[in-house]
């Protein structure tokens, strides 16, 4: 008959664990779990940053074609710019219309940004190509960093002229 925790063949069948194996192993799987979450803080931080320039980037960019190829909407919006649901300068696709680039002006900033769908400040600039300026509406970035800082340029006309329409967003 076979002793307990012995094979037929002769083969002991006790399961035993080395403890300086158990915690060289452990020690092991410890920095490499470690070094597994810093680098993922890593980049975790690098793609909250990079889609924080990308939605302000594409706010730029949708806020610039928005200003050259809309009319803006709201009845007559520009006899009561505060009562617009959207802004636009133009009267027809790049081609600007001076009286609703007034009527933009003259809305207060906070009901600017509200309409025009961004919680970014902007600066929205209105020059030739010489670099004369018709007109500048929003509020001019200070000498503080910002997460992002992005100025996207469309050409248009205005009065038979080529403008430049530079809207440049930050926060």
């Known amino acids: ?14 399961a035993q664990v080395n403890p300086i194996d158990f915690m060289a192993a452990m020690f092991i799987f410890m920095i490499l779990f470690g070094y ?8 975790s931080m690098r793609y909250v940053e990079r889609s924080g320039m990308l939605d302000c980037e594409l706010g730029s960019i949708a806020i610039a074609d928005q200003l050259v190829s809309s009319r803006g909407y709201g009845n007559n919006w520009t006899a009561a710019p505060a009562g617009a649901e959207s802004f636009g300068f133009a009267s027809r696709p790049n081609e600007l219309d001076w009286a609703r680039i007034s009527a933009f002006a003259s809305v207060p900033y906070e009901n600017q ?4 769908g961004t919680s970014d400040d902007f600066l929205i600039k209105i020059e030739d ?8 509406m929003g509020k001019a970035e200070g ?14 006309m205005l009065y038979g002229k080529i403008v430049n329409v530079r809207v440049r967003v930050y926060g």
């Open 1 to 14: 008959m076979n002793k307990p925790g012995t094979m037929e063949c002769g083969k002991s069948m006790k």
């Open 36 to 43: 597994f979450m810093i680098l993922w803080n890593m980049f």
């Open 113 to 116: 940004k509200r309409i025009l």
């Open 129 to 136: 190509s010489d670099g004369a300026s018709y007109a500048q």
């Open 143 to 156: 000498n503080q960093t910002y997460n992002c800082l992005i100025e996207v340029t469309r050409m248009a």
